[in-house]
């Protein structure tokens, strides 16, 4: 490689926690799928949830898709009041790559996560290995989101980040689109063997 990787940095949802409201909603709707998908596709959107990592308040959100839905007025607020059992738990496998190039002392290890700001601290509750990054830039607290470029220059500047020494992994390819448009390193997770391949791919150690 033309610049050794001394800087890694991580998505959360996605690639270290398991985050899906379906995890919620397969239970309001008794596993009818279909009624579930049709829900999460035209009332509660991944859209209109993305607007919250974005730094829209959770209030205000909720405010908004009662007006435009009343009918749904019970399972529009369940979406953040049962928001922590979205998650099936940690990602096991890549979480113990994460400790284990952590252990290297090889590497600086960031955190690049669309997150509302209003949930980040029952986050770092639920999942206290957040704690152990050497950094982590909160789409919420910044009021903007991938794969928007100014949150990676924001993550660049503050912890002084080389974007030719430095590898991005994340779930959604468009963010990956967006890092590379920066010189970023990106590796599209897809599972735990392609991304060992990407990794020994850079010359990775752990």
């Given at each position: 490689?033309?610049?050794?990787?001394?800087?890694?940095?991580?998505?959360?949802?996605?690639?270290?926690?398991?985050?899906?409201?379906?995890?919620?909603?397969?239970?309001?709707?008794?596993?009818?799928?279909?009624?579930?998908?049709?829900?999460?596709?035209?009332?509660?959107?991944?859209?209109?949830?993305?607007?919250?990592?974005?730094?829209?308040?959770?209030?205000?959100?909720?405010?908004?898709?009662?007006?435009?839905?009343?009918?749904?007025?019970?399972?529009?607020?369940?979406?953040?009041?049962?928001?922590?059992?979205?998650?099936?738990?940690?990602?096991?496998?890549?979480?113990?790559?994460?400790?284990?190039?952590?252990?290297?002392?090889?590497?600086?290890i960031y955190a690049l996560t669309n997150w509302?700001?209003?949930?980040?601290?029952?986050?770092?509750?639920?999942?206290?290995?957040?704690?152990?990054?050497?950094?982590?830039?909160?789409?919420?607290?910044?009021?903007?989101?991938?794969?928007?470029?100014?949150?990676?220059?924001?993550?660049?500047?503050?912890?002084?980040?080389?974007?030719?020494?430095?590898?991005?992994?994340?779930?959604?390819?468009?963010?990956?689109?967006?890092?590379?448009?920066?010189?970023?390193?990106?590796?599209?997770?897809?599972?735990?063997?392609?991304?060992?391949?990407?990794?020994?791919?850079?010359?990775?150690?752990?």
């Amino acid at each position: 490689m033309k610049n050794k990787i001394n800087t890694i940095i991580f998505d959360l949802g996605g690639v270290l926690v398991d985050w899906n409201p379906k995890y919620v909603y397969r239970k309001v709707f008794n596993d009818d799928e279909e009624k579930m998908q049709w829900f999460l596709n035209t009332v509660c959107t991944s859209d209109w949830n993305m607007q919250q990592d974005e730094g829209r308040t959770i209030e205000e959100a909720v405010n908004l898709k009662i007006a435009e839905f009343p009918k749904y007025e019970e399972w529009i607020r369940l979406y953040y009041k049962e928001w922590h059992r979205m998650f099936s738990g940690s990602i096991n496998e890549n979480v113990t790559l994460f400790k284990k190039l952590k252990a290297t002392n090889s590497y600086k290890i960031y955190a690049l996560t669309n997150w509302s700001a209003e949930k980040w601290e029952l986050a770092l509750e639920l999942f206290p290995f957040f704690n152990e990054f050497d950094g982590i830039v909160v789409s919420g607290q910044e009021k903007t989101r991938k794969p928007h470029l100014k949150i990676y220059k924001t993550l660049f500047n503050r912890y002084h980040i080389i974007p030719e020494k430095a590898i991005f992994i994340d779930d959604n390819k468009e963010n990956i689109i967006a890092a590379k448009q920066l010189n970023l390193n990106g590796i599209h997770y897809t599972n735990y063997a392609q991304l060992l391949q990407r990794l020994e791919f850079y010359k990775i150690i752990f």
